[in-house]
């Protein structure tokens, strides 16, 4: 049985199911068969074809030779460098996070704020100090839960804060998330005041973040660094992770003046 029905008023079915395919294929990788697709989508095996054969069509998918199945297409480079661009995030500072990252031995990211929200716009890791799941670019979640969450929440004014809260919730994630404004605005208050932020558990179970804000030439906060470790690394070298963080934001905050 087809599942495709739109759901949501004035959503568009088509395009969410061709977005839908799109995110499958990103996911399985390259050599994806039409079959796989159906089945992991629940459309039929006509429609999901159908999907597929505009994709490619558009340039963002390929079909791969001999029968290989399908792949991302190259429409889609060029859409994110134009995304990385409105992030005011460029080659200069990927490179730069990536140094970060292997001066401090622990997963980097550079967030920023996009409009009111709080957007993962570069990580850098690797297998010995692994990003925390699913924090990956784009990604724009739980901002009261985490460190740079927290410095670029600070920066905002307080109806913007306020604004942003009520409609992205506070979700308890862990036994240790802060989930009461008035509590959350306290913490805040002391983020502002000492120019760094961290996270302790309250993000996910068995991890710790530090984040420091970067700052423009106008003084103006939009955008934070901010390195994550297992709970046990952090108890050993927690300072040490607090400095490589306002030593980041300050080196970042020359870079992008």
Not at 134 to 157: C, N, R, S, W
Not at 189 to 203: I, L, M, P, T, Y
Request: glycine share 8%; aromatic share 6%.
């Amino acid at each position: 049985m087809s599942v495709d029905v739109p759901q949501g008023r004035g959503l568009v079915g088509s395009a969410r199911r061709a977005l839908r395919v799109l995110e499958i294929v990103a996911a399985e990788g390259d050599g994806v068969s039409a079959k796989a697709v159906a089945r992991k989508t629940g459309y039929t095996l006509s429609t999901t074809y159908h999907l597929l054969n505009t994709l490619v069509h558009d340039g963002y998918l390929v079909r791969l030779g001999h029968g290989r199945g399908f792949g991302l297409g190259y429409k889609l480079g060029p859409l994110f460098e134009r995304l990385c661009t409105q992030l005011d995030v460029d080659r200069v500072v990927r490179d730069e996070l990536s140094a970060l990252h292997q001066r401090a031995g622990a997963a980097a990211y550079y967030t920023v704020l996009r409009d009111c929200d709080v957007v993962v716009a570069a990580v850098a890791d690797s297998p010995e100090h692994p990003r925390a799941q699913p924090v990956d670019f784009g990604f724009d979640e739980a901002a009261h839960a985490t460190a740079y969450g927290k410095v670029l929440l600070a920066a905002l004014p307080t109806r913007r804060r306020r604004e942003y809260l009520a409609g992205a919730g506070m979700p308890r994630l862990t036994e240790r998330t802060t989930v009461r404004l008035r509590d959350l605005d306290d913490e805040l208050e002391q983020v502002r005041h000492r120019g760094w932020a961290q996270d302790v558990e309250e993000f996910q179970p068995g991890l710790a973040c530090v984040s420091a804000p970067v700052v423009r030439p106008d003084e103006r906060i939009t955008a934070a660094v901010a390195f994550s470790v297992p709970l046990a690394d952090f108890a050993a070298r927690g300072t040490t992770l607090h400095r490589h963080a306002t030593e980041a934001a300050s080196r970042l905050s020359t870079l992008l003046s």
